[in-house]
């Protein structure tokens, strides 16, 4: 499939400016590979195609292609010790710093959901609400492809089996046929919400702990700046924010502050 120097800077600018994607010079075949499936949706010959609809205005098309070239990479309890931490040294600090007993929990990026249901079994299986907690987790993303998926709650026994530990599995899953479904007591625990991190979040209000794991890497380093200050502030004082496990950004640029012994966490200081 041909890609002429000009459509690929006009995908390059689009993704930009509509996801935050940032593609380098030599990645063509990733453009190729992922928006063949778009090309042939349209009934058009090529990437010329696809790019002349663009430059047309059709919001679809763009839509379509923002959709073909983020990578939805998820699985439950990713990376595992981040969630260990989590109930070992985040929840129980930010619980101690609360007297209304009430945490408001955002997972940024959310993909087809897993990371936000970690959370919901996590915070179920520390039994919290018996504790008189209540909590609420909404979960956000761009793509409303994986927010279908999310919302449906329903995972391949690969995507189940993978990461859960099998009595966690047992305790939060129904098998049916050879597909995985989360009990309701967890999925209703999460709400899932459309949710460009390029237009803001302002109006989603504050939060005690905001999972953003994973989405940042792809986009460049004005983008995520400005990212990483959006969602510092929509944390309470004291509130945490959670980044992948590789991911070194600018965080301290953005008025964050490392979480010592908590990988990819960092705190939004008490004193401002
Ligand atoms: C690799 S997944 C990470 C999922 C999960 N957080 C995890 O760590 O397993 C990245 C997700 O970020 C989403 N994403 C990319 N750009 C975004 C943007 N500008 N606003 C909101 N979500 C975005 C993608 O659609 C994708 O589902």
Known sequence: MNLHPQDFLLFVDVLRRESGLVLAPGQEYLLKSRLAPVADRYGVDDLAGVA?????????????????MSTHETSFFRDMLPFRQLQEKVLPALMRARD?????IWSAGCASGQEAYSVA????????????????????DISHQVLEKAK???YTAFEAQRGVPVTTLLRHFNQADDMWAVKPHIRDAVKFRQ????????HLGQFDLILCRNVLIYFDAGTRLSVLSDLRASLKRDGVLMLGAAETPPAEAAGLRLLDGVMGGYVRPNAE
């Open 152 to 154: 449906t709650a329903s």
């Open 195 to 202: 949710l460009n991190l390029l237009e803001g979040a302002g």
């Open 121 to 140: 079994m996590l915070l179920h299986d520390m039994g919290i609400a018996h504790e008189g907690w209540k909590y609420d987790i909404l979960a956000t």
């Open 52 to 68: 002349r609809e663009i430059r047309m205005g059709s919001p679809q098309v763009l839509r379509d292609v923002v959709e073909a």
């Open 100 to 104: 209304d007993k009430t945490l408001r």
